[in-house]
T-cell receptor
Framework: EAGVAQSPRYKIIEKRQSVAFWCNPI?????LYWYQQILGQGPKLLIQ????????DSQLPKDRFSAERLKGVDSTLKIQPAKLEDSAVYLC??????????FGQGTRLTVV | AQSVTQPDIHITVSEGASLELRCNYS??????LFWYVQSPGQGLQLLLK??????LVQGIKGFEAEFKRSQSSFNLRKPSVHWSDAAEYFC????????????FGSGTRLLVRP
C-alpha cells in the first residue's frame, strides 16, 4: 500500500513570496490533515478535510494560508505572502474513519 | 476541546534501562489515543493506538502504553531502551465524534546514553 506522498521535500523562498505544497493521501482515506510543525514543537493542526469538505480550519491563518482538496483526493496548501515565522515543516496526513493517521515525509519550508 | 500535555521536554536514559514517557489528555468523552515517533528529518510513525477494550496496548518496537481513565493519562513504556530509540515522541488524542480531529502534544525528546 502506497503511503502519503508530499512534494516538494524542501523549499526556500524569500518573504512575501508565495509557495504551494501538494499532498496525495492514501487511497480511500476520507480524512486529510495539514499540520505545521515549527522546530522543537509538536504538530499544530492547520486544516482538516473530510472528503472535500472542511471539518476544521480554526488555526489556519486565513489572511495568508489557503487549502483545497480536489475531488476529495489530492490537496494543496498555499501561503501567500510568506512571512519569516512560516518557516516550518508542513506535514500532510490521511486517515480512514477510525482516526489512525498516516503521515507523509513533510515539506521543510525556509523563508528568508 | 481536546488537548494533550506532555510534561517532559527531554528525557535521558541509559541504554538497557526502562522508559516511561508521560501523556495527559483532556477530552469530554473516551478518546482515541496514539503515540507517534519522529526521527530527525522524518515524518511521524505510529507506535501504538488505543480505541477501546484492553487498557494496556502493545505497539511496535517493544513499546506499550496504558490508558488510565481516572488519571486521563496514556503513558508510554518500554522495559529496555535501545540506542536506536533516541527520537522525538508525540502523544495525540483523537475525537470520537464524526470529526476525527487529531491533536498532538508538544513532544518529548528521548536521549539514550551508551
Amino acid at each position: 500500500e502506497a503511503g502519503v506522498a508530499q512534494s516538494p521535500r524542501y523549499k526556500i523562498i524569500e518573504k512575501r513570496q508565495s509557495v504551494a505544497f501538494w499532498c496525495n493521501p492514501i487511497s480511500g482515506h476520507a480524512t486529510l490533515y495539514w499540520y505545521q510543525q515549527i522546530l522543537g514543537q509538536g504538530p499544530k493542526l492547520l486544516i482538516q478535510f473530510q472528503n472535500n469538505g472542511v471539518v476544521d480550519d480554526s488555526q489556519l491563518p486565513k489572511d495568508r494560508f489557503s487549502a483545497e482538496r480536489l475531488k476529495g483526493v489530492d490537496s494543496t496548501l498555499k501561503i501567500q505572502p510568506a512571512k519569516l515565522e512560516d518557516s516550518a515543516v508542513y506535514l500532510c496526513a490521511s486517515s480512514s474513519e477510525f482516526g489512525e493517521a498516516f503521515f507523509g515525509q513533510g515539506t521543510r519550508l525556509t523563508v528568508v | 476541546a481536546q488537548s494533550v500535555t506532555q510534561p517532559d521536554i527531554h528525557i535521558t536514559v541509559s541504554e538497557g534501562a526502562s522508559l516511561e514517557l508521560r501523556c495527559n489528555y483532556s477530552y469530554g468523552a473516551t478518546p482515541y489515543l496514539f503515540w507517534y515517533v519522529q526521527s530527525p528529518g522524518q515524518g511521524l510513525q505510529l507506535l501504538l493506538k488505543y480505541f477501546s477494550g484492553d487498557t494496556l496496548v502493545q505497539g511496535i518496537k517493544g513499546f506499550e502504553a496504558e490508558f488510565k481513565r481516572s488519571q486521563s493519562s496514556f503513558n508510554l513504556r518500554k522495559p529496555s531502551v535501545h540506542w536506536s530509540d533516541a527520537a522525538e515522541y508525540f502523544c495525540a488524542v483523537g475525537a470520537r465524534d464524526s470529526s476525527y480531529k487529531l491533536i498532538f502534544g508538544s513532544g518529548t525528546r528521548l536521549l539514550v546514553r551508551p
